[in-house]
């Protein structure tokens, strides 16, 4: 895995993420949005985040403007709509991505001089969306798997719903495999959530990096396909060694 970074090369990166809190929440532990953004900040990088006015964990929407630009911490903020959702795997949650994605096609028209793209996948609409905008633009993007879609959406589902539904599932794991072929490197919280294609085998195992979710994490992890191991999470010293050799 090469580093995307020189020696006190400093970089403008764009974060999208759905489904975490924002520097905005204070009452949520922190993700991979807030690790990576105060990150990349620390060590003197600039950082643009997009993400939605819809908030997972609460099941509600944020009062923010989706015309205007926040900053918090020397990081600029857009929030882009969607229609939302009440159950985490259902069709209006699909549909939501579906809007979501097209709203982030607009957006990203307005978004200029970016150096770097992380995208939390999923939704996969959107990944696949951000990723051809990247490919169009020549920046190099990771890809940061969070779970295992759209796969989970036919988990304990009978025959016939699995028969109706599998042209969709075909298409949305196309545009899974092509965000995955044009990205420059994958992370994840678990190699389970990558896809288990043998075609894509050799590409994931070049590309892929074991991240977690907070800051906060004190248990044992396991990097694989990754020369170094890190036994115990401690301190935030921890997690920027561990975005320092992905970078």
Request: hydrophobic letters at 40%; one cysteine or more; a positive charge.
């Amino acid at each position: 895995m090469k580093s995307i970074l020189k020696k006190n090369d400093k970089k403008n990166f764009l974060i999208f993420q759905t489904a975490e809190p924002t520097h905005f929440e204070n009452d949520y532990a922190p993700m991979r949005l807030i690790s990576l953004a105060d990150f990349l900040i620390n060590n003197g990088h600039k950082v643009t985040i997009i993400t939605t006015l819809f908030f997972h964990q609460k099941k509600k929407f944020r009062n923010f403007k989706t015309e205007k630009k926040y900053k918090i911490n020397g990081i600029n903020y857009f929030f882009i709509t969607s229609p939302g959702y009440f159950k985490n795997i259902s069709f209006k949650r699909l549909f939501d991505h579906f809007i979501l994605a097209n709203n982030l096609k607009k957006k990203l028209n307005s978004i200029k001089n970016i150096d770097y793209v992380f995208i939390g996948f999923p939704p996969i609409e959107t990944s696949y969306v951000l990723s051809s905008w990247c490919y169009r633009n020549n920046i190099p993007y990771t890809l940061d798997f969070k779970d295992d879609w759209p796969e989970i959406f036919f988990y304990k589902r009978n025959f016939f719903f699995k028969l109706i539904f599998y042209p969709a599932f075909i298409f949305l794991r196309y545009l899974k495999n092509l965000t995955i072929i044009k990205s420059k490197n994958i992370t994840g919280i678990s190699k389970k959530f990558l896809p288990k294609s043998k075609k894509l085998s050799k590409i994931i195992k070049n590309k892929y990096l074991t991240l977690y979710l907070t800051k906060d994490i004190k248990k044992k992890i396991n990097l694989n396909n990754v020369r170094y191991e890190i036994k115990k999470l401690k301190d935030n010293k921890k997690n920027d060694y561990i975005y320092r050799k992905f970078l």
